[in-house]
């Protein structure tokens, strides 16, 4: 009998195990050689906590805040595409799962299912739904409204994908969104989604945006605007300038431009660019609820993960993501307890050491 999973690489592998080869290498696979995928983890391995003792630690909290909406903890769950293809419990398994764990789940355009279902799934719970402008800025339009008018409180603008990177685990496999499996906002652009690949998708964008389209969405939208996938602190500090009310340092779980920088070793430069401007945010390779702590401590307001909550869904549905929320949240409350941090708003820079010498061992 499988041993019960009791933390996020245990659901990884039943993920595995469960997944055929066509989806799995979708869901698990970077850009080229993968070095930035395995660089996302491997950098958090170079990072080392450094704890303080005798702090009062008997009233610990992991609740926080995100542009004013306030969340059971540091965590919010990534804009992830086909979730139905992972399970049928789809993204409104995984936003009653969300809501459930007390914190936000983005929503993205090329989900399987659409803003209003989703939000019906889990009313009254926080949400954020993340854009692609597509050449058919109609469909863009169509679906920003919807997510508006259905409570979804931010958007996040993805600004890191003009095509889709070089992902050859699908190449080989020849994945493309199987039957019966529907994306609306692709439906609504070419008709059907059954059999478009992730280039055919990401084919639909529009590789003309730039600033002023930034502005133009930002005048537009009565809730708050993230950019995510800035990776400069040259872009996060033009950000700040264009009114953005955060942006989350991401290079898209290592899935477009292979041999960028790890994001937790990008987030120290963006963090200093925004000098308190905007809120930061992080993702990529977040596995361990000490991964959280390290980010916190670097400046992050929260992380966003993508495939541990996915890797959840994969396994158990709507169940499994909750648990994999959970089980991160009482990591980061027992590892805020050990370090001697009451609230996440007090893990700070001296808590975090970068470890110079030989590479970690799990490097
Ligand atoms: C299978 C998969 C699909 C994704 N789809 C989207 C998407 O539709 N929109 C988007 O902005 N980011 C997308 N991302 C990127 C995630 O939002 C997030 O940046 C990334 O997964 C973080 O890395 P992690 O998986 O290591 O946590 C996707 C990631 C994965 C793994």
Known sequence: MTPEPVNVADYERIAADQLEDGPLGYYAGGAGDERTLRENVAAYARHALRPRVLVDVSDVSTATTVLGTEISMPVIVAPVALQKMAHPDGECGMARAAADAGTIMTL????????????????????????????????????????????????????????????????????????????????????HSEGITPQGVFELIDTSLSWKDLDQLISDSPVPVLLKGVQTGEDARIACEHGVAGIVVSNHGGRQLDTVQATIDLLPECVEAVHGRLEVLVDGGIRRGTDVLVALALGAKAVLVGRPALWGLAARGEAGARHVLEILRSEVELGQVLLGAPDPGSVNRAHVTVKTGPRAADD
């Not at 739904?129 to 259905?150: H, L, P, S």
């Not at 994908?161 to 609504?188: H, Y």
């Open 108 to 191: 993205s355009t090329i989900a399987t299912a659409t803003p209003r279902e989703v939000a019906a799934a889990a009313p009254g719970a926080p949400r954020w739904f993340q854009v692609y402008v597509f050449k058919d800025r109609g469909v863009t339009r169509a679906m920003v409204d919807e997510a508006i008018d259905c409570g979804y409180t931010a958007l996040a603008l993805t600004v890191d994908a003009p095509r889709a990177g070089r992902r050859e685990r699908d190449f080989r496999t020849g994945f493309a969104v199987p039957e019966n499996i529907d994306m609306p906002a692709v439906t609504a652009a070419v008709g």
